[in-house]
Every structure is written in structure tokens, then in C-alpha cells.
């Protein structure tokens, strides 16, 4: 994505995220979380980007202002807010890992949220991919202190059928399990391998409460 790119793909993320789009759309104000309610408006984004790279697959983003992201306790359950109303991700009563997340989305400069094989059967992270861009590029930088990732080869990654489920794999590893969406888990490997993903990182292991990749 050239200079030129990312900055007008920055700007519809800041036109849909101050409510300028979401009337153009439709869109519902963000409301609920995003592994529990499919609802979430997506911002037009793919049809706005399409003449910017063709290669690209599909992709449902939902832009947020990361520097406006804070926790907030709801009915005794940590969210992460953005804009003071809109909450991302719910973290129960995992405060710290909340505050982790917040770390994560500052040192990156995330404001994207994507997801591949929406809606959720379940509300497993490894069940579908949930990933985070910043102006739609991958997530790089220094890592984070302490930061819980596994690395792996970007050209490895494919779909395949294991015993009847369909995995997201890397050798001889899996890395998530769409169950019997084929399209949904060669969507999720075409995603990795097109934005050369090379870490998968959690918060919160075992039974993570967030996923992120980076380059």
C-alpha cells in the first residue's frame, strides 16, 4: 500500500469513526462486542479500497479511534471503549488483560478490527480469525514487553481438511478451526499470508481473551 493509500484509507477510518459515514451507510452506532454481537456495522471500507489493490482478499474491518480507547466497568465486566460509548472487546473481570490490550493497540497504532467467518458459531478465539491493522496495514514495531506470541512461515499457511475440520495450518501445526467452513478458513489463510502475518500473539493464555497478529 503506497503512502498515498494508507493516508486516504486512514481518512475514511476517521470519517467512519467520528459518524460522518454512518449515516451514508446506515450503520448502527458500535454497540456491544465484537465476540459476542455479529451485529457490529462494518465500515464500507472494502468497496472504498477496492480500486486500491485488487490483489486484496476479502476482508469486514470496523475501524475504532485508538486514541480514545480506554477500560470501562460494565455491570462488573472490564471493557475495552472507544469514544467513550462504543466498547470493542469484553475482558470479564480480567482488568490487567484489558490493560494489556490497550498497550498492545497504543504500541502498534491499531485502529482496525477485522474478522473472517462472521457471524460466530461460538465465542472461541481459535474458532475464528479476529485480527487488528493499523490504517490497513499489518500491525509492526517493537514488541512488547513480556508479549506472548508464537512465530511462524507466512508462505506455509494454507486451509486444509483435518479429520473432517477445516484448519488454518502452518506445517504441521494448526493455528485456527473453522469446523466445516471451507471458505471461511481459506478467506482466514488468504488474509494472513496477503498481509505476510508472521506472529500470532494472544493475551491472556491459556484460554485467550484477545488475538492479534503481526508482521
Not at 462494518?42 to 477500560?71: G, H, T
Request: glycine content about 8%; some cysteine.
Amino acid at each position: 500500500m503506497t503512502s498515498f493509500n494508507r493516508n486516504f484509507y486512514s481518512f475514511v477510518c476517521s470519517l467512519f469513526v467520528s459518524g460522518m459515514l454512518a449515516n451514508v451507510v446506515g450503520a448502527a452506532p458500535l454497540v456491544g462486542g465484537v465476540s459476542y454481537n455479529d451485529d457490529l456495522p462494518a465500515a464500507p471500507l472494502e468497496k472504498m479500497s477496492a480500486k486500491l489493490d485488487v490483489s486484496a482478499p476479502k476482508q469486514d474491518c470496523i475501524c475504532f479511534n485508538n486514541k480514545r480507547v480506554e477500560l470501562q466497568q460494565v455491570n462488573g465486566s472490564w471493557k475495552l471503549v472507544d469514544n467513550n460509548n462504543n466498547w470493542i472487546l469484553d475482558f470479564a473481570e480480567n482488568q490487567e488483560e484489558g490493560k494489556q490490550a490497550i498497550s498492545m493497540i497504543q504500541n502498534y497504532k491499531l485502529n482496525n478490527i477485522c474478522f473472517a467467518g462472521r457471524p460466530f458459531p461460538n465465542h472461541e478465539l481459535g474458532g475464528r480469525l479476529m485480527y487488528f491493522l493499523s490504517d490497513g496495514q499489518a500491525p509492526e514495531g517493537p514488541r512488547l514487553d513480556g508479549e506472548d506470541s508464537l512465530s511462524f512461515e507466512n508462505a506455509r499457511v494454507k486451509a486444509e481438511q483435518i479429520r473432517g475440520s477445516w484448519k488454518v495450518t502452518c506445517g504441521d501445526s494448526w493455528m485456527l478451526d473453522f469446523g466445516s467452513d471451507q471458505s471461511a478458513a481459506q478467506n482466514a489463510a488468504d488474509i494472513i499470508k496477503f498481509h505476510g502475518f508472521q506472529r500470532q500473539c494472544f493475551i491472556g493464555r491459556p484460554g485467550p481473551s484477545m488475538m492479534y497478529f503481526v508482521k
